[in-house]
């Protein structure tokens, strides 16, 4: 192991990423990122997943509890985040996940650690890449074992200017030939007396106010680089990787290019631009091998032979009242991630989201469509509603191998 891999491992001992108690994470389900590639599994093989840097493994732990049927193997170098994570997973008695230790770097080195014959089917990534001193070879370490038809989600640092800016402030005031103990308490001082000095600022007091994980994550790390949009694609082809797509679409497709009618440009300017007005401080995107490629929406004449399942970055607001034993609906709202709630007017899709508060299982289209139409809905709109259900990323179509189910 170099030198640098061994003072981000002596950090991350110290104090083992991230703080918190494990909870469920959205956007770790397995079945949603197979459905985004067009090649298919092989029927029948466990889908395997690998977390490269699970850290203290809270997204992995939340994945595994939810979906027993796959196996996961999460991979870090730190020692101590992982005791943790085995605990955690054994007081939940979690048998589909396994953690070892080694450096992602040189994963063929990693006892214990039998990539599948043929690949991973997802390879989960998140925080991690941008800590290796050579992330074009981490990444592509990753995309070695990855499947044909597998995705790899993945989120490397953008530039994140106010962090930047302590950063860079510490690194002088607190450099790194000191213990991190000492760093630590230096750069806490500082940050209480910038923070005196100017109460407004907002780089100060979001520094202030992160727990010592976070600080030492943040303003102490003793490698980490980020990337622009052009940076980004780089690393990604120079790793061996395509891009699928961005995990929030809606982030990069600002309504200022639709509105100005700029619906011309290329992808790329579109996301330098989208980077400019939005200045994401993470990159969260799905990326396969060469020869895989994002699935396109089906046509309406399919919807009826698909199964569907509910999107898992969705949530479904239902607001009843009960008016001396008669429920009454009052409204009906979708939150996509952590954006805004939409308001559904009445109509199928307000229908099918009340539907969708309490679906768990997979279900057909069919089912949903003569759901549709029994509440007096045309089939030609039931139909249309579900592609629409599916452009407003409600619900997702479901790899074929994954079988069918029903609605309740
Ligand atoms: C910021 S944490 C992210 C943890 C987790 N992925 C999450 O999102 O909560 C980065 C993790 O990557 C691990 N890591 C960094 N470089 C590594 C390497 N070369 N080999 C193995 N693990 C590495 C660190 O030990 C640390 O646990």
């Known amino acids: 192991m170099d030198e640098t891999t061994r003072s981000v491992r002596e950090l991350y001992e110290a104090f083992p990423y991230p703080s918190g108690t494990p909870n469920l994470r959205v956007g770790f389900d397995v079945r949603y990122l197979l459905s985004l590639g067009t090649l298919p599994r092989p029927a029948a093989a466990t889908i395997e997943v690998l977390d490269a840097g699970c ?64 690949g991973y089917d997802v390879v989960h990534s998140s925080g991690v890449v941008h800590h290796m001193p050579d992330p074009v070879h981490g990444l592509a370490e990753l995309a070695r074992v990855l499947a044909p038809h597998g995705v790899c989600a993945l989120m490397v640092y953008g530039h994140r200017e106010p962090i930047r800016r302590v950063a860079r402030i510490l690194t002088s005031l607190a450099p790194a030939e000191l213990p991190l103990e000492r760093r630590l308490e ?67 497709e600002p309504d200022v290019l639709t509105r100005a009618n700029f619906n011309d440009l290329l992808s790329r300017d579109r996301y330098r631009i989208a980077e400019s007005v939005n200045r994401p401080g993470k990159l969260e995107l799905y990326l396969a091998r060469p020869g895989n490629s994002l699935c396109p929406p089906p046509d309406v004449t399919s919807v009826d032979g698909l199964t569907f399942a509910v999107h898992p970055e969705a949530t479904f607001i239902v607001e009843r009242r009960s008016l001396r034993g008669a429920g009454r609906l009052e409204a009906v709202s979708v939150r996509l991630r952590d954006e805004e709630p939409d308001s559904l007017p009445p109509g199928p899709l307000a229908t099918a989201a009340v539907l969708f508060a309490a679906t768990i299982e997979p279900f057909r289209g069919v089912d949903l469509v003569e759901l549709l139409v029994s509440e007096g809905y045309e089939r030609a709109v039931a139909q249309a509603s579900i592609l629409e259900l599916l452009q407003r990323e409600m619900i997702y179509a479901l790899p074929l191998d994954v079988g069918s189910g029903s609605l309740p």
């Open 55 to 118: 850290g203290r493994a809270l997204g992995l732990i939340g994945a595994a509890a939810t979906q027993s049927d796959v196996r996961f193997t999460g991979v870090d170098m730190n020692r101590v985040a992982l005791d943790e994570a085995r605990a955690e997973a054994s007081r939940r008695g979690l048998e589909n996940i396994r953690f070892l230790e080694g450096d992602l770097a040189r994963l063929e080195a990693v006892t214990g650690l039998d990539p599948p014959p043929g």
């Open 186 to 252: 230096l750069g806490r001082t500082l940050i209480e007396s910038l923070c005196e000095e100017d109460p407004e600022c907002a780089a100060w007091r979001v520094a202030r106010d992160c727990d010592e994980v976070e600080f030492v994550d943040r303003y102490l790390h003793p490698c980490e680089r980020a990337y622009d949009v052009d940076e980004l694609f780089e690393l990604v082809e120079r790793a061996n990787l395509s891009f699928l797509r961005w995990a929030e679409p809606n982030l990069w």
